[in-house]
Each structure stands twice: as C-alpha cells, then as structure tokens.
C-alpha cells in the first residue's frame, strides 16, 4: 500500500529555531510536494521536487527552503521560524505529472 | 490570485439526501481536475477525478461534473452518509505545470 510518512505529528518550536520537518515516501514517485494547510486558504503550494537535487518554488516559498538529496525523502526547513509559520503541513508525492497526489498524515506546527 | 476557488466554506446535508459540493476555476488550461476529502488530523485522501476530455466521472456514490465552458466542476454524493461529513478539497492542475492547485475547502457535516 501506498505510504507517504511524515517524522512528527506535532511540533512545538520557538520564534527564531531552525525547523525541519522530513517527509519519507516508498513508491519510487518521481514528483514530492509541501503543503500548508490554514482555515479559509485551502492547501497551498511551498515548494515542489520532479527528480533528485531538483527543486522548484511553489506559490508561497518565502521563509522555506527545501532538500532532496534522495528520491525518497523530501525535507522542508524553515530557515528562522515565525509565528506565522505556525500551520498544518502537509507532503505529498506522485508519480508523475497530471497524476493524483498521496498525502501524508500532516505535521501541525507550532511556533511560540 | 486564486485560481481554483470553493465559494461555500460549510454545507449541512440530512443523511440519505444528495450533497453537492461546487468549484469554479479561472485557468483555462487547467486539463485535470481532482476532489480530495480530509479528515481532522489527517491527510487529505484522493476521491474522484475527472480529465477535460470528459464531462462526468462515476465512482460508486460520488460523481464529479466538469462544465469547462462555465470553468466549473462539482461533485455529487448520493446518498450522503455520517460518514461523509469532512472538508472537501477540489484541485486542478495542466499538463504544462503538473502540479497540483487546491481551492480553499468545503466543510461538509451530514446529521443523521
């Protein structure tokens, strides 16, 4: 069965703390995905990968950086956490382009 | 600027009647349109698709309309079970780009 994991459910971190949250997929997707999800804007884009060492600005990539040193793994950094980074996020992958996404289970964020 | 919106953010549907969730989008070279359904602390779960060539897809209760002259899609549930109530994500996406944009949710509760 398909399995995207996410390394925390919950994560608790100050003004100012290096963040990474580690997104792990096993069905060889080429393409892997962050979201962050906040009430009333829906899902949107961070960043997206298509291959290994690849990256590309999604429609809010401002304060995060990415890295994809393996194809199975995909990690987003918040280079100087704030509050308003404070939000659910949310990795995806797939298979390739026009195909569905297979989200993992999210990781709520919050930055005090 | 959104490209995929949901304009009713709630909907209260009475179980066994239809429930019919609606989404507008304003790229018209979006080929490719998903419904996503989220649970609380989860994440989002792939639902039903539907391509540009088509203007309808079945899967059981669920069937999603594609009106692309009015750039319109919406997805219908018959009967509408408890089990249903959750925010529905739609998203649509273009060969071009592939990658996936999402409106901003319909929280669907369906009362026995």
């Known amino acids: 069965d398909v399995k995207v994991t996410q390394s925390s459910r919950y994560l608790v971190k100050r003004t100012g703390e290096k963040v990474f949250l580690e997104c792990v997929q096993d069905m060889d997707h080429e393409n892997m995905f962050w979201y962050r999800q906040d009430p009333g804007l829906g899902l949107r884009l961070i960043y997206f990968?298509?291959?290994?060492?690849?990256?590309e600005k999604g429609d809010i990539p401002e304060g995060y950086s990415v890295s994809r040193e393996k194809k199975e793994r995909f990690s987003l950094i918040l280079e100087s956490a704030s509050t308003n980074q404070t939000s659910m996020y949310l990795c995806?992958?797939?298979?390739?382009?026009?195909?569905?996404?297979?989200f993992g289970s999210g990781t709520q964020l919050s930055v005090l | 600027d959104q490209q995929v919106k949901q304009n009713s953010p709630s909907l209260s549907v009475q179980e066994g009647r239809i429930s019919i969730l609606n989404c507008d989008y304003t790229?018209?070279?979006?080929?490719?349109f998903l419904w996503y359904k989220k649970y609380p602390a989860e994440g989002p779960t792939f639902l039903i698709s539907?391509?540009?060539?088509?203007d309808k897809n079945e899967d059981g209760r669920f069937t999603v309309f594609l009106n692309k002259s009015a750039k319109h899609l919406s997805l219908h549930i018959v009967p509408s079970q408890p089990g249903d109530s959750a925010v529905y994500f739609c998203?649509?996406?273009?060969?071009?780009?592939?990658?996936?944009?999402f409106g901003q949710g319909t929280e669907l509760s369906v009362k026995p």
């Open positions: 995806a992958s797939s298979p390739g382009y026009n195909e569905k996404l297979f």
């Open positions: 990968s298509y291959d290994v060492k690849m990256k």
């Open positions: 539907i391509s540009s060539i088509k």
């Open positions: 790229n018209s070279m979006f080929d490719y």
């Open positions: 998203a649509a996406s273009s060969g071009a780009g592939g990658k996936l944009i």
